[in-house]
């Protein structure tokens, strides 16, 4: 019999999609809930039916879990950014590891190789990057975080449990700020208002902190104020910079970025270097992990000293500097223009001399240093989401690394890429995954490649 739409049946929690919703089988079909945790025995109410699969959500919990905790967050469940905050952390853990050894096996076809997931020290407040959309109503401006597939903000109040404290400080004396000065927050459908984003970054090691006031125009009424309050209540704030972004698209950051106190960028420290960081530069969300996560890229990597070494996505240069120490010589590849600016500067506040960087898309720059028959020993990438487009692949196999050692923040998109290098003579021989986004369903995977009969 077919699952009927708006009925109600009863049916056990067995397992997690990638995206973190957990799943139930129920007349033979795939059913995707979210919230649920495996080992729950639920009243599920069907949503949507299609051919093969369905959705619904959970009406009773009749039997919990041994894996289901309260959530600790206020707001889990109504906004779209933890879906982990129900279960304890070591069945996140597994979730995760089930993720890329999934992805892996049945996307990319390898098995066999996946050394586990390395666990992350602290699920709350780890995040050294927040970025609050801003609304308004009647009793003045607060921020929230988007619900799930929509642009609708939920409020929170006494900020987000993942980001880190300084950062919720810094966004509800903002909000205080518009409130009593009258300064409007942007208003999305009427394309009205001042105050699209709330954007803090923090520093672990340095304690130094950065606002980014993103606005719809240049304008600021009342800076003087808001940068008074800052500076008098966050100790460690070096910058308060506004950025304007006229767009009208999902990005956040706009082209144009004016320093309003201290410093354009902040500093942190990340595996013994020093970094300059401006807003549009790329910078691992979580520094504990990242830490580790750079350690095993090294690992992977097996440098003696003696290696020329390509780093494509290499953002502000971290991973750049941390491979320079170990290889004869590092050519980092990013596209954005201030986060290579931000990799030299990094580089010559570093001493570190063997490096150099090039500002370009990475698929054209791997082309032409493939066509000037560049050929590194080993090659570093660390995509977006999207992973790897098939051009860039075939220039990579072109330059003939022994290694590739493959960061990525998507096993899908890492599992179909290893396949294709796989066709290309690269043969995936080591993988670890790193819990980078607790309570939430992001996962940080390396895999490291070997060309064949080298």
Known sequence: MALQKNKIYRAEITGYTAEGASVARIEGIAVFIPGGAVGDQCDIKILKVKKNLAFGRIERIVVSSKHRIEPACPYAGKCGGCCFQHIVYEEELRAKAMKVTDALRRIGGIEGI????????????????????????????????????????????????????????????????????????????????LIRHIYVRTGASTGESQLCLVTARRGLPAKEALIERLTAAIPGLTSIVQNINRRTDNVILGDKTITLWGHPAMQDVLCGNVFQISPHAFYQVNHAQAEKLYQCALDFAALSGTENVVDLYCGAG??????????????????????????????????????????????????????????PDVLVVDPPRKGLTTETIDAIAAMLPTRIVYVSCDPATLARDCKQLAGHGYQAARAKAFDMFPRTSHVETIVLLQRENS
């Open 318 to 375: 971290t991973i750049t500097l941390a491979l320079a120490e170990k290889a004869r010589h590092v050519t980092g590849i990013e596209v954005v223009a201030e986060a290579v600016q931000n990799a030299w500067d990094n580089a010559e506040r570093n001493q570190i001399p063997n490096v150099k960087f090039i500002c370009a898309d990475a698929g054209q720059a791997a082309m032409m240093l493939a066509q000037q028959g560049e050929q």
């Open 114 to 193: 996946f050394e586990g997931i390395i666990g992350a020290p602290e699920q709350e407040h780890y995040r050294n990057k927040a970025q609050y959309p801003v609304g308004q109503d009647e009793n003045g401006a607060y921020i929230g975080f988007y619900r799930p597939h929509s642009h609708d903000i939920v409020k929170a109040a006494d900020g987000c449990r993942i980001t880190s404290q300084t950062a919720n400080q810094i966004a509800a004396i903002v909000c205080d700020w518009m409130t009593e000065y009258a300064v409007p927050a942007y208003a999305e459908d009427s394309k009205e208002g």
